[in-house]
């Protein structure tokens, strides 16, 4: 079975600054998905970015980007020049990329919770 | 357009009833998802349903029982809540099998027993 885990629960960074989070996960399998979800206190679950395993290029979505360490399952997320609005609870989610029924499912990690200090 | 929709956002009841959880996507769909998430915030898959069928049962209790009347809702009853029924349910969906679609979330619903 697949695992997720995210080593920090809480970072802080100031406005404007920089902040990486962190996520490992193990697994057995060549080709997968990775995925960062974002739950601001509305409690709404919003994709930020995502990298499949065979792409060596790293994803990255204007402000947020990550690196992709295939070798030491490794999947960091890095928010440049963050805002106030980056404020939330960040996960880190495993998918399978086994083109059948039964490995859809999301693994999530604990999350990161992630404060703005103005 | 709300993609995924649950109804109610929040559910207060007492302990030993039975309720019902709704969720409907207008994205056209094939898959829908119940996901729980615990106080800790800790979200963990329960079911999966693809074109009305369940295709993950993730070891939950039989007292929950989600149903699919067509692919666009997955519902979720709950017969004889218990205290450790209280988190947050989310519902999602994604078009599976095939290249694959990120999972669309509902907002989720709060569910709190007393």
């Known amino acids: 079975a697949q695992t997720v885990t995210q080593s920090q629960p809480e970072m802080s960074v100031q406005e404007a600054e920089t902040v990486t989070l962190s996520c490992t996960y193990d697994?057995?399998?060549?080709?997968?998905?990775l995925f960062w979800y974002k739950q601001p206190p509305s409690r709404q679950m919003i994709l930020v970015i995502r990298q499949e395993a065979y792409k060596q290029q790293n994803a990255t979505e204007n402000r947020f980007s990550v690196n992709f360490q295939k070798a030491a399952k490794s999947f960091s997320l890095k928010i440049s020049d963050s805002q106030l609005g980056d404020a939330a609870m960040y996960f880190c989610?495993?998918?399978?990329?086994?083109?059948?029924?039964?490995?859809?499912?999301?693994?999530f990690g604990t999350g990161t919770r992630l404060t703005i200090i103005p | 357009d709300t993609a995924v929709s649950q109804t109610p956002k929040y559910l207060v009841t007492q302990m030993g009833n039975d309720k019902s959880i709704k969720c409907e996507q207008n994205l056209g769909h094939d898959t829908m998802y119940w996901y729980k998430q615990d106080s800790k915030k800790f979200l963990k898959i329960m079911f999966s349903y693809n074109n009305k069928e369940l295709i993950i049962n993730e070891t939950v209790p039989n007292r929950f029982s989600p149903k699919s009347p067509d692919k666009a809702h997955l519902n979720l009853h709950i017969n004889s809540l218990e205290l450790g029924d209280s988190a947050v349910y989310f519902c999602?969906?994604?078009?599976?099998?095939?290249?694959?679609?990120?999972?669309?979330f509902g907002d989720g619903t709060r569910l709190s027993i007393l």
């Open positions: 999602a969906s994604s078009q599976e099998p095939g290249d694959y679609q990120p999972q669309h």
């Open positions: 697994t057995s399998e060549s080709d997968y998905y």
């Open positions: 989610a495993y998918r399978s990329a086994r083109n059948n029924f039964g490995n859809e499912k999301l693994t």
